[in-house]
């Protein structure tokens, strides 16, 4: 396949699952608006995941310490999987299904939020955490894809790409977080 076919399919698949989330509209503004109310509150919001989803984690916290359009006041956020010491730690001391549970119960208070990404909503780590979470008092949010996995069960909040591509679900896993950092913005009087 040429560039050009692998860039019309690949834009194909985008559109395809963008238009699909127009569906997922009011969910991801009830769960932004439990990580705004988090945040107002005194909470923090704590992402985790694996892979690109470890990535989009960082991103999504990076944007609320940070900004994301408008010049502001910081935002308690955080992602467990950007201490590498500790993960590599925990994954060789305890194994690597502790790598989010075990900072999770050392950092989570009840009134903060925990958002688990993952693109199948089975991996043992991530429900490990979602499962402490729960039993720490922390509010649950899964920003998930595929069918969910078990993750959309252990989630208070769980939203779910309906696509079987990574990398599509991934895209939409970005949108959504950029959407709940505006939102988040606004509701707080930040932008």
């Known amino acids: 396949m040429d560039a050009d076919a692998l860039f019309d399919l690949n834009h194909a698949a985008h559109r395809r699952v963008f238009d699909a989330l127009v569906a997922l509209r009011p969910a991801v503004g009830r769960a932004g608006a439990r990580l705004a109310n988090t945040l107002a509150e005194g909470g923090k919001l704590i992402f985790f995941g694996n892979g690109g989803s470890a990535c989009d984690a960082q991103h999504i916290a990076a944007e609320l310490t940070g900004r994301l359009k408008h010049e502001r006041r910081p935002l308690p956020a955080l992602s467990l999987n950007s201490d590498v010491a500790a993960l590599t730690a925990i994954g060789n001391d305890y194994g690597y299904d502790e790598v989010f549970a075990r900072p999770l119960a050392a950092l989570g208070r009840p009134g903060d939020c925990v958002v688990a990404l993952s693109t199948s909503g089975r991996s043992p780590n991530v429900l490990r955490a979602l ?51 505006g939102q988040i913005e606004h509701a707080l009087g930040l932008a």
């Open 131 to 181: 499962r402490v979470a729960r039993e720490s008092g922390l509010y649950t949010v899964a920003l998930l894809g595929r069918d969910g996995g078990t993750a959309r069960t252990l989630a208070e909040h769980a939203i779910v790409v309906d696509d079987e591509d990574s990398a599509r679900i991934q895209e939409a896993h970005i949108f959504i977080g950029h959407t709940w950092c």
